[in-house]
């Protein structure tokens, strides 16, 4: 049985001629130590009990530490990549312009260096009709 502090205050022993009774009392000391020897072997289950939570606590803590520093790394990676690739592409696009002016401008040359020939082949072509138009006037004449 166990008894509450508010119980123990308000028991009243009787008295007998030489004192008290002695089996109430002994009674009343063996409950009050049952009753402190149950409270005592509580307290030190609760004593294991904050400790073990107090464990779970500091790990979850360390957790949390590990968990937020892996969250900031990662996300320092992500910018850090973001921002590379975001270089590589605007290097890879001035290369592309680079290259696209190159190739324009190789192909105005190859269109000026045709056409030169296209005129040339023109002149000579001509030049042969005429030579071929003038053979026949005389062919006619003779």
């Known amino acids: 049985m166990t008894i509450t502090p508010v119980e123990l205050h308000h028991i009243r022993l009787r008295r007998s001629p030489f004192g008290y009774r002695r089996d109430p ?76 002016r190159a190739v324009t401008r190789a192909a105005a040359a190859e269109r000026e260096r045709l056409l030169r020939d296209a005129r040339k082949v023109r002149a000579l072509l001509e030049a042969a009709l005429d030579a071929v138009a003038d053979a026949e006037a005389e062919s006619q004449a003779a």
């Open 25 to 100: 009392v002994d009674e009343l000391i063996r409950e009050t130590a049952d009753s402190f020897e149950e409270v005592w072997r509580q307290r030190a289950d609760f004593a294991d009990r904050i400790e073990q939570l107090e464990g779970e606590l500091a790990r979850h803590r360390d957790l949390e530490t590990l968990l937020r520093t892996t969250l900031v790394s990662a996300e320092r990676s992500a910018h850090e990549l973001k921002e590379q690739a975001s270089r590589e592409a605007g290097i890879i696009l001035e290369e592309a312009h680079a290259e696209a």
